[in-house]
């Protein structure tokens, strides 16, 4: 099974507003990446957070982590139009040699 | 970062015959992978392509079914062989660079008629 479970599987918010995207997994892990995917095509690498950070930023993504819940989330601020597509976490689970384990995902739609 | 592609983006193969995928990378990488996703789904790993030695795959997925090459550190190739309709996805190479982030290439869309 999946080693990521993904929340919401869908969300639907307007142009301007903030979307959070949830992520759980279920062992240990040196890191997890979020991606995404627009229609289908090739994944767009977003962040890596290492299991020793908490936190990390990029432009408008905001990654948090905690591994006493097992769990991650993606804030993107000021969302846009072209935000509009499908997020992935993956996990590097300890031991696995960077094997990546995907999460079920979650379908943005940003409308105008 | 890594820049990757793949060959062919996509294709439209008939049930019985195979296909061949390349992914090039535009630097010498150490760790490459294969995964697959099945349409309306996630990722699944198909194997972890070792330069210079047998792939190494996961649970479910075997070597005469998906022959994979890896002759140097830039370049890997997936064979999908004896096709059915069920092996219509998309399959995706990607590499760890040294600071443990993976990139992807763009996919090769395949439709199995």
């Known amino acids: 099974s999946q080693q990521g479970e993904e929340d919401p599987q869908a969300l639907s918010i307007q142009e301007g507003e903030n979307a959070t995207m949830n992520c759980s997994y279920k062992t240990s892990i040196n890191n997890l990446q979020w991606y995404r995917q627009n229609s289908g095509r090739g994944l767009v690498h977003l962040i890596l957070i290492r299991s020793n950070e908490r936190e990390k930023h990029s432009g408008r993504l905001r990654v948090t982590l905690d591994t006493s819940k097992k769990s991650s989330s993606l804030l993107i601020t000021a969302s846009r139009a072209a935000d509009t597509a499908s997020y992935f976490c993956a996990t590097d689970a300890r031991g696995t040699a960077s094997k990546l384990t995907f999460g079920t995902g979650t379908r943005l739609q940003v409308t105008l | ?113």
Do not use: H
């Not at chain 2, 992978?33 to 198909?46: A, D, E, V």
């Not at chain 2, 140097?72 to 600071?99: A, G, K």
């Open chain 2, 1 to 113: 970062s890594a820049v990757i592609s793949q060959k062919p983006s996509r294709d439209i193969c008939q049930r019985g015959t195979s296909l061949t995928i390349q992914c090039q990378v535009d630097s010498q990488v150490t760790m490459m992978f294969w995964y697959r996703q099945q349409p309306g789904q996630s990722l699944t790993l198909i194997a972890t392509a070792n330069q210079g030695s047998e792939a190494t795959y996961e649970s479910g997925f075997v070597i005469d079914k998906f022959p994979i090459s890896r002759p140097n550190l830039t370049f890997s190739t997936l064979t999908v062989s004896n096709m059915s309709p069920e092996d219509s996805s998309i399959y995706l190479c990607s590499v760890r660079t040294d600071s443990y982030e993976q990139y992807f290439g763009p996919g090769t869309r395949l439709t199995v008629t």
